[in-house]
């Protein structure tokens, strides 16, 4: 039905990051077949819990259709009739993102990809989820997934999961030192192979990260004084929307 390592991240969603209690609605979301095993944990710690799942359960390729055919009225409906009115009801939400394919939706046109963001991702999850639910997303390992991190398929699955089970608690106990101390720097610095930037922190504040809303996790973030920054970063690949960016380099003057 599903394995004790999904049961246990069933679990740590649950109970940690999203902190479900008894009568609660929660929407449970699997974007991709591959991750059915914990879509069927979590369905059933939830109903122990004496809270009530709610389930959507999409096929990558067919949202690309979607995608690719979808315009500003389309999305205005689908979310007016189907997912807002659900959303506004649920206590918590939890995402999984197991599709096989990261560059499924690589030829969806831009504009396709803006009436889906402004119309139907921008009210029910930016401005609803985010703002009235306790939240979790997170990706489900898979053979591409090892793949795009260069590791055998097992070795990857076995890297996720103690990545997941981490013991969060002791997480957010460990990160205090260095939020102080980043609380009281004022001017940072990143040099490494093309990069060599600076900016000034002082006086932002910092938010530290320990499973409450992705998994895995563990960022302390802030964000600079923007006349501050000067210098240039250069960016690891990565994939947004389908579309692979590479070798993406900035270079900053007094926040230009």
């Known amino acids: ?5 999904d049961k246990q991240l069933a679990k740590q969603l649950l109970n940690h990051s999203t902190e ?3 009568g609660e ?3 449970l979301q699997l974007v991709g077949l591959n991750g059915i095993g914990l879509i069927r944990a979590l369905t059933d710690e939830v ?8 389930i959507k359960i999409e096929d990558g390729e067919t949202n ?5 055919n979808g315009d500003e009225e389309f999305w205005t409906n689908q979310a007016n009739v189907d997912q807002l009115p659900l959303m506004k009801q649920m206590d918590a939400f939890i995402g999984i993102r197991a599709a096989e394919n990261i560059y499924e939706n690589s030829e969806v ?13 921008n009210p029910v999850h930016f401005e609803e989820r985010v703002n009235n639910t306790n939240w979790a997303v997170l990706r489900y390992p898979s053979a591409a997934f090892a793949m795009n991190a260069k590791m055998p398929t097992e070795k990857f699955r076995e890297f996720y999961y103690a990545a997941c089970l981490f013991d969060y608690n002791k997480l957010e106990q460990a990160m205090k030192p260095l939020e102080e101390l980043l609380r009281k720097t004022d001017r940072i610095k990143l040099k490494g192979e093309g990069t060599n930037i600076s ?17 895995p996790d563990g960022e302390l973030f802030s964000s600079p004084i923007l006349d501050s920054v000067n210098g240039h970063i250069t960016y690891a690949p990565s994939v947004y929307q389908g579309k692979p960016f590479e070798f993406v380099k900035l270079e900053v003057e007094n926040g230009v």
Request: glycine share 6%.
């Open 47 to 54: 109903r122990k819990m004496g809270a009530h799942p709610f």
């Open 25 to 27: 609605n929660v929407m």
């Open 109 to 121: 046109p831009k504009e396709a990809n803006r009436a889906y963001s402004q119309k139907f991702l």
């Open 64 to 68: 690309r259709l979607l995608l690719e």
């Open 1 to 5: 039905m599903y394995t004790p390592e």
């Open 199 to 215: 900016f000034s922190v002082k006086g932002q504040n910092w938010i530290p990260c320990f499973g409450k809303r992705n998994i």
């Open 20 to 22: 479900l209690k008894e």
